[in-house]
Structure formats: structure tokens, C-alpha cells
């Protein structure tokens, strides 16, 4: 069951980012891209999270998989409050 809730927490962030990042495509509002971008990085950290859990349980990628996390979080925060028009 864990195998099943990883993967699609993995699928539905990527799919939230495609579709993030394909309407920032069709209409340049900059928050889109911001927030694109950051569930693109979460995207990564379950995908790695599943790895982890799954494929390779016996050695630990906790740090692997925190940097995508925190470095989408870090552009959309960016996004937030620097690009302010």
C-alpha cells in the first residue's frame, strides 16, 4: 500500500507542475512559473522519497530528497516576496 501512496503523491505533483508551468506558458502571469517550479521540486523529493522507501530502503537519501523540497520552496518564497511588480 505505502508503494501505491508513493507513487501517486509522486504523480500528482508532477502533473500539478505540467500544468503550472504549461499555463504560465500560455499567459506569462509570473506567480504561475513560481509555482511551477517549487511543485516541480516536490515533484523530485517524492520521487526520490520513493526510492528511498521503496528501491533502496537500506541506505538513507534523507538528505537527497530534502534539497529538491527545500529549494522549490525557497523559489516559490522568492516568487512571493522579490518579484513583485
Excluded: E, H
Excluded at 500500500?1 to 500539478?16: G, N, P, Q, R, V
Amino acid at each position: 500500500m505505502a508503494t501505491l501512496i508513493y507513487a501517486l503523491c509522486a504523480l500528482t505533483s508532477t502533473a500539478c507542475a505540467f500544468l503550472l508551468l504549461r499555463a504560465y506558458l500560455n499567459s506569462r502571469v509570473r506567480l504561475l512559473l513560481w509555482s511551477g517550479l517549487c511543485f516541480a521540486g516536490l515533484a523530485l523529493n517524492n520521487v526520490i522519497l520513493f526510492v528511498d522507501k521503496q528501491v533502496v530502503p537500506d541506505v538513507d537519501l534523507s538528505v537527497w530528497r530534502s534539497l529538491p523540497a527545500v529549494a522549490g520552496i525557497a523559489l516559490l518564497i522568492y516568487g512571493f516576496v522579490w518579484d513583485t511588480r
